[in-house]
């Protein structure tokens, strides 16, 4: 079921109808519901779609070129093109004439595993973008990757992006259209216990007691949720060490 995120759905439409090169960056934490977004948006729209994982390029490179394959179906079985470089080329070759969506979803995966992806697509964009009826989504999970290195000065995609959209959790009045059999003091509840995060909110079933989700979702040990808390604090605190150990190395933090 996809609820909400009505002004970002209209900010992207509002990009597609334009007719022109258009490049989007979205970014934010995991579950918060950005896959579903670009998905509900793309409905019915003519769209290559690839997920990056967390492999080496060629894997990445692979799968890529199944997904422009699905989408063409007039390329030959089985063909991998041989560098991302040729397989983009040939995305904003099918763009030229007609509008297209292409999605790289969990983007850092695929840039930390090809070095030059970045300074590649900003070739590509500066290149075609005058003729170009693309419409280029990045998204990522990794909120300091997608800042650091495609949103900032230094980035080499810095200045082609024409929006970007920071997805955050919904609030308390966006999460209540998750719940329509709660009471008003329920979905409040509700809301206390998981927040606005989408994936959370999912696993609350309002044909139950706020009591009884508590105790079948959030404090079950077979659920998926109830290592969730540790695997967070967790994360954070392993991106604290890196942070304090990396402080210690600058000049100034060094023994005199």
């Known amino acids: 079921m996809f609820i909400g995120r009505q002004q970002e759905l209209d900010t992207l439409n509002k990009l597609y109808h334009s007719g022109k090169f258009e490049f989007a960056v979205i970014y934010g934490r995991r579950r918060v519901g950005k896959t579903a977004l670009i998905s509900e948006f793309s409905k019915e729209k003519d769209t290559i779609f690839f997920t990056g994982v967390e492999t080496n390029a060629k894997q990445n490179l692979d799968n890529f070129s199944r997904c422009i394959m699905e989408y063409d179906t007039g390329m030959a079985v089985g063909l991998s093109f041989a560098s991302f470089q040729a397989a983009l080329e040939y995305v904003f070759e099918l763009a030229k004439t007609k ?91 509700a809301y206390g216990v998981v927040g606005g995060t989408p994936q959370y909110l999912m696993q609350m079933d309002d044909s139950l007691s706020i009591e009884e989700n508590i105790k079948n979702t959030y404090l079950n040990p077979a659920s998926s949720m109830f290592e969730e808390p540790n695997n967070l604090l967790s994360k954070k605190c392993a991106n604290r060490r890196f942070t304090m150990q990396w402080l210690r190395r600058l000049p100034w933090a060094a023994p005199k």
């Open 99 to 189: 509008r297209l969506v292409l999605v790289l979803d969990e983007y850092p995966y695929i840039a930390r595993a090809s070095k030059s992806l970045a300074s590649t697509l900003q070739l590509l964009i500066d290149k075609n973008r005058d003729s170009s009826k693309l419409f280029l989504i990045l998204c990522g999970s990794s909120m300091s990757y997608m800042e650091d290195h495609v949103l900032a000065y230094k980035a080499p995609l810095y200045g082609r992006r024409t929006a970007q959209l920071k997805i955050n959790p919904f609030d308390f009045f966006e999460a209540c259209r998750y719940f329509t059999r709660f009471s008003d003091i329920d979905k409040a509840f």
